[in-house]
């Protein structure tokens, strides 16, 4: 059983999801999806940039028909809206595609995706002229109504700093439950998470792994020696290791491997934990972020420089 936390929308939300940003999309993506549900995983992170929400959708409707699961409600499935429905008018028909896409009524939770919106349509790297004015209080609002009408039963944020969440948080009716950041012992969030801890969101690490094998990913994490002494003298592997980290800090990592191995080691790391010895010799490594975010900076955008995209976190 995977432990869940009781998110501040009284939703239970399980403590590891399963990932799906994958490029190229592998063509068996639905029957591994099902897989992993038959191996325990209820928790599924989708976003409409993705791709991936069709792909889902048949998963978690053949798992139903299947048996694996009894209901939909066994199921939590989180999406995103991506940049260029950044904007009131444009929030709700975004969720109901998405929705479409995924063959259900609902999702659990719903994710502003980056704190920045681009031109309708924009599906690909910005280009200078794609950015346009981003009105963070408009679109939270169309948010709130996708939660009252019941299309996501809750409703949080992605890529937002503390200083970003503290300015929503001053206008909000219904606040934000998650905030998915970039998290891994190679980047350990950790002004963010006393922020969030203190505000009652949770946090969500995407990249637990710093992205490891992935064309943008790096060898922070997999070849860390700090962390293969642990993995050896615990008898676990590195990424078990990695994950055990980020679920004791308290935040949920989001995994992504589609080898039914990688898939079952992943989801092992809730009867054991790391000694205070462990930690304090992780804190010890150097922190860098993988993925900067440099394409969504721009002279014509809301953020001219790294800086200001991250704010003092970067």
């Known amino acids: 059983m995977i432990p869940e936390i009781l998110l501040s929308s009284g939703q239970r939300m399980p403590l590891i999801g399963m990932g799906t940003a994958c490029n190229p999309i592998p063509p068996n993506l ?24 069709e792909f889902v959708g048949h998963a978690v409707a053949q798992a139903l028909d299947q048996g694996i699961i ?10 995103k809206l991506w940049c260029s429905n950044a904007d009131h008018d444009l929030v709700l028909p975004a969720l109901k595609e998405t929705l479409q896409k995924l063959g259900l009524d609902y999702v659990d939770l719903y994710l502003v995706h980056w704190p920045l919106r681009l031109k309708e349509g924009n599906r690909s790297l910005p280009k200078e002229e794609d950015f346009l004015p ?48 970039e998290m891994s012992v190679a980047w350990q969030q ?12 949770h946090v969500s690490a995407w990249s637990p792994l710093a992205a490891y094998g992935t064309q943008w990913g790096s060898t922070l994490v997999m070849e860390n020696p700090i962390l293969k002494d642990i993995a050896m003298a615990k008898r676990k592997t590195i ?19 589609f080898s039914k191995e990688r898939m079952k080691e992943n989801l092992q790391i809730f009867d ?37 995209l991250w704010d003092e976190e970067f």
């Not at 998470?193 to 505000?199: A, L």
């Open 30 to 53: 639905t029957s591994t999806l099902v897989q992993a549900i038959e191996l325990g995983y209820r928790h599924i992170d989708t976003a409409s940039i993705y791709n991936t929400e």
């Open 70 to 79: 009894k209901s939909r409600s066994d199921i939590f499935v989180t999406s």
């Open 134 to 181: 981003f009105d963070m209080r408009g679109t939270w609002k169309a948010m709130e109504e996708c939660c009252k009408l019941g299309f996501a039963k809750s409703i949080g944020v992605s890529n937002f700093s503390a200083k970003k969440l503290s300015q929503l948080l001053t206008y909000v009716t219904i606040p934000p439950v998650v905030n998915q950041v």
């Open 190 to 201: 950790r002004k963010l998470m006393q922020f969030c801890n203190e505000k009652g969101i």
């Open 239 to 257: 990424a078990q290791v990695s994950l055990r980290w980020v679920y004791q800090q308290g935040a949920s990592p989001i995994v992504k491997s």
């Open 272 to 308: 054991w934990e790391l000694t205070q010895e462990e930690l304090d010799q992780i804190s010890q490594i150097p922190q860098k972020k993988n993925f900067s975010g440099e394409i969504f900076v721009s002279p014509n955008g809301p953020y001219k420089s790294l800086e200001e």
